[in-house]
């Protein structure tokens, strides 16, 4: 069973506030995923950290997020001025490894409420 | 660019019997595939991936089976179960990328 902890599971906020969520990955995983999962269930990758450093992350979260895995810490996710658009279930997820074919362990989520 | 496509939004099956969910990708190199599942409320978690070689992934009586020719990494089971009834995600990985791309997703209900 997967042991990543996602704080808090439930945030409520209003248009332009900003939103912060957390994510402790599994012990001894260094890569760190986020995804944004809307109400049609669909997956959006937003951004990527193998131990403090940023893999890759898509233009949306380069503009409006601001994200950050340091060292001894738990990881963070926080949308500056967050949108309507923006609730969703943003799941954080570690692997053992950056290799493409290492699995992804999900932790249950942090369910944002715009409104 | 890579992709992958679950045609099936809903499917909805009678208790016992076989469950096929259809998964195809786009690639441009030779990807990993996998399959999550996620019951309600509850993370997502991997139900099986492919091999570099032939071998079929099995795992709780589910199985896929990778087919370049076709782009195709279909789940399968003999006999569906009530407690089956979940989300199941294909996703595939590029070994030019570091993150899974999903699909749509496939919500199986299991009837009595």
């Known amino acids: 069973n997967s042991k990543v902890i996602q704080t808090p599971r439930y945030l409520v906020k209003g248009q332009g506030q900003k939103a912060k969520m957390r994510c402790i990955p599994e012990k001894g995983h260094p890569v760190v995923f986020w995804y944004q999962q809307n109400k049609n269930n669909e997956f959006k990758f937003l951004i990527n950290?193998?131990?403090?450093?940023?893999?890759?992350q898509i233009d949306m979260t380069e503009k409006r997020f601001s994200a950050e895995c340091p060292s001894n810490s738990p990881c963070s996710l926080e949308i500056q001025s967050s949108e309507a658009g923006d609730s969703a279930l943003y799941l954080c997820a570690s692997s053992l490894a950056g290799q493409y074919y290492a699995e992804q362990f999900f932790g249950p989520g942090t369910r944002l409420t715009v409104l | 660019g890579d992709s992958v496509t679950q045609t099936e939004g809903l499917v909805t099956l009678t208790e016992g019997l076989p469950v096929m969910l259809n998964c195809t990708y786009q690639s441009t190199y030779s990807p990993f595939l996998f399959w999550y599942v996620q019951h309600l409320n509850e993370a997502p978690k991997l139900l099986l991936k492919s091999f570099t070689d032939n071998k079929r992934p099995e795992h709780q009586g589910f199985h896929a089976t990778l087919h370049k020719s076709s782009s195709s990494f279909h789940l399968q089971k003999s006999s569906a179960q009530l407690s089956d009834s979940a989300l199941y995600y294909c996703?595939?990985?590029?070994?030019?990328?570091?993150?899974?791309?999903f699909g749509t997703g496939t919500k199986l209900q299991v009837v009595p």
């Open positions: 950290f193998q131990n403090q450093e940023v893999l890759q």
């Open positions: 996703a595939l990985s590029e070994n030019s990328g570091t993150y899974q791309r």
